[in-house]
């Protein structure tokens, strides 16, 4: 991984990197202290040492190869800390699985498949973005229709509408997903 110090990271670039990761990375926290309020501490401090170290990346997969394995090593040593024991009966087998490698790729793929399809929403048309949410929900398009006071016919009209427009951006993901899976 290529780390390079330099004191020129402008507060746009930071406030773009912390948008991008902060909900992804505060999920995958959650998975290893299931606490989402010292999950999202964790998040704030890794992108605290980020700001105040300068720390730019030479690519987009250095910077979720380093956010993801700080958030997982913060994590860690949040669930192993004296603090944290008396409130969680973690044994250490537990432990051992939510420490080993395997368990780090299953979660880092599936926050970084979660986040992708995500953006790929946030690109849709606003009636497209908020039927897929609910479809996402589990809403069938009945429950759809009622909800947002529209014809079945337009929440069939606009998910069609949605999934055409989806599939190529979610295509390169999808390939990425097969391709580490095996």
């Known amino acids: 991984m290529k780390l390079v110090k330099k004191n020129n990271m402008t507060q746009e670039a930071y406030k773009k990197l912390f948008n991008s990761f902060y909900t992804s990375l505060c999920l995958f926290s959650n998975k290893y202290t299931n606490n989402l309020e010292h999950s999202k501490d964790i998040v704030q401090e890794v992108f605290i040492k980020i700001w105040k170290d300068q720390i730019q990346f030479s690519d987009n997969d250095n910077i979720k190869a380093y956010l993801y394995t700080a958030v997982r090593n913060k994590s860690i040593d ?105």
């Open 78 to 182: 949040f669930i192993k800390s004296k603090k944290n024991k008396s409130k969680t009966s973690l044994d250490s087998e537990s432990i051992e699985i939510i420490t080993s490698q395997t368990y780090f790729e299953k979660q880092v793929l599936i926050e970084e498949t979660s986040r992708l399809v995500n953006q790929a929403i946030n690109t849709l048309p606003y009636k497209c973005k908020r039927i897929i949410h609910l479809s996402l929900k589990g809403l069938e398009n009945k429950q759809i229709s009622e909800e947002l006071s529209i014809s079945l016919n337009t929440v069939k009209t606009q998910k069609r509408i949605a999934y055409q427009k989806l599939r190529p951006l979610l295509k390169g993901a999808c390939s990425l997903l097969i391709t580490l899976l095996y």
